[in-house]
C-alpha cells in the first residue's frame, strides 16, 4: 500500500507498506512422512531432532516506506528530497532444492579413500547405493536478507529543459 499527500504548499509525502513473503522458500508446510520426498526408510525418525517444517517461514517482513519532496521556492526550480525504506532481498530458491533432493541423488563423501581403489572392490555404483547419504538441512530459522535504503537529493532548475541533480 502507498499513498502520496501534498501537508503544505510545496511539500509531497509517500508513505507506504511492503509485506513480503516467499511461500515454500524455506520448505514451510513439507511432510518428513511424505515418501515422495522422503523415501528412505526411517528418515522421519532420523531428521525430526533437526528439521521442524511447521516453524519454517519468514513471515514478518514488513517494509516501511517514506518520501519527502519540498519545493523550497514553491516555483518548481529547487526540490529537495528524501527517502528511507526497508527491503526484503528473496531467497534463493536452490537452498530448497538441495533440501528435497537428499535421498532422490546418489552422492558420497569418501574421507579417507584408499588409493588405487576408493570403493573397496567395488564398483561406483553399489558403493554409492549403499554407502551412508549425506543429507543437507535447513536451519529452521532462516530469514530472508534486510537491508536499509536511504537517499537525499537535491534538483536545481536551469532553464526550462535543463536541471541539475546531487544526490546521495
Known amino acids: 500500500?502507498?499513498?502520496?499527500?501534498?501537508?503544505?504548499?510545496?511539500v509531497t509525502l509517500n508513505l507506504g507498506l511492503r509485506y513480503d513473503y516467499q511461500a515454500k522458500v524455506f520448505d514451510q508446510g513439507r511432510d518428513l512422512n511424505d515418501k515422495n520426498i522422503f523415501p528412505t526408510t526411517g528418515t522421519a525418525t532420523s531428521l525430526a531432532p533437526l528439521v521442524d517444517f511447521s516453524k519454517r517461514g519468514d513471515k514478518n517482513n514488513f517494509g516501511p516506506r517514506v518520501g519527502l519532496a519540498w519545493d523550497v521556492k514553491n516555483d518548481g526550480k529547487t526540490v529537495a528530497r528524501a527517502g528511507y525504506g526497508l527491503y526484503y532481498n528473496p531467497m534463493n530458491t536452490q537452498v530448497e532444492l538441495s533440501e528435497i533432493q537428499n535421498f532422490r541423488q546418489f552422492t558420497a563423501t569418501i574421507p579417507n579413500p584408499t588409493y588405487p581403489d576408493p570403493y573397496g572392490g567395488r564398483d561406483a555404483l553399489s558403493f554409492v547405493a549403499t554407502g551412508v547419504q549425506n543429507i543437507a538441512v535447513q536451519s529452521n530459522n532462516l530469514e530472508n536478507l534486510q537491508s536499509a535504503a536511504y537517499s537525499a537529493g537535491v534538483s536545481q532548475g536551469l532553464t526550462s529543459a535543463l536541471a541539475i541533480h546531487i544526490d546521495g
Open 1 to 10: 500500500v502507498e499513498d502520496e499527500w501534498k501537508p503544505a504548499a510545496g
